[in-house]
């Protein structure tokens, strides 16, 4: 399996555009997650889902983000509209009920 | 809440020097722990997992060691190298939630 696959992998945009990022994790896994990474707040969760189920949104900042995951081997983390204060680094991870697998990340920045 | 703190944030050691790293969490309730390695502009690489029934894993010169009742886990580095210089992060398992610690950044001095 190639693993976690992150899309893209660097994205630099306006404030006030729409972002997309995308996940593609590993085949059989039930449970995927969304972090944000930056170096003031350390790692965050921001949404989980289990067998395409959105869990808990809870760290979710904003009504600016958004998460689908419409099946099994796809999911988006879509920001609208973007502001300099989401630049970070956006982790995608699957697993199963006990351990998980990261993504190479996207590296966003907003100006 | 469960959290999870590593100290130090931070550590230098000279190459060929056995270290520790610590993992503390609050909420000994916990499925399992598990270690990760993090280089820099990199993402999460696993290291070890530790199952709440078990007390110790090892993997080459890696070494975790889990005490749920003093909400302690320990990563052991033995006859450390320069490659092994990056920001290693611990996550307890509970619920259907990841806790991550902050990372400790190691730098192994050649």
């Known amino acids: 399996d190639a693993g976690v696959i992150q899309s893209p992998r660097h994205e630099v945009t306006e404030m006030g555009q729409e972002v997309t990022l995308r996940c593609k994790p590993i085949?059989?896994?039930?449970?995927l997650f969304w972090y944000r990474q930056t170096m003031m707040r350390g790692l965050e969760l921001l949404i989980y889902?289990?067998?395409?189920?959105?869990?808990?949104d809870s760290g979710m900042p904003e009504d600016r983000f958004s998460a689908k995951m419409p099946n099994a081997s796809f999911s988006t983390l879509k920001i609208q509209p973007s502001e300099p204060r989401d630049s970070a680094v956006y982790f995608c991870?699957?697993?199963?009920?006990?351990?998980?697998?990261f993504g190479p990340g996207t590296r966003l920045t907003v100006t | 809440k469960q959290e999870v703190t590593q100290i130090p944030a931070a550590l230098s050691v000279p190459e060929g020097e056995n270290l520790v790293l610590n993992c503390s969490f609050t909420?000994?309730?916990?499925?399992?722990l598990q270690w990760f390695r993090q280089d820099p502009g990199k993402g999460l690489t696993s290291l070890l997992l530790?199952?709440?029934?078990?007390r110790e894993q090892t993997s080459g010169r890696l070494n975790a060691s889990l005490d749920k009742s003093s909400g302690r886990s320990t990563l052991y580095i033995a006859a450390s190298q320069p490659g092994d210089s990056a920001t290693y992060l611990c996550?307890?398992?509970?619920?259907?939630?990841?806790?991550f610690g902050t990372g400790t950044s190691l730098t192994v001095i050649p």
């Open positions: 991870a699957s697993g199963t009920h006990y351990e998980q697998y």
């Open positions: 085949s059989g896994h039930d449970y």
């Open positions: 889902f289990n067998n395409n189920v959105p869990i808990d």
């Open positions: 909420d000994s309730a916990i499925y399992n």
């Open positions: 530790i199952q709440s029934s078990q």
């Open positions: 996550a307890a398992r509970g619920g259907n939630q990841f806790y």
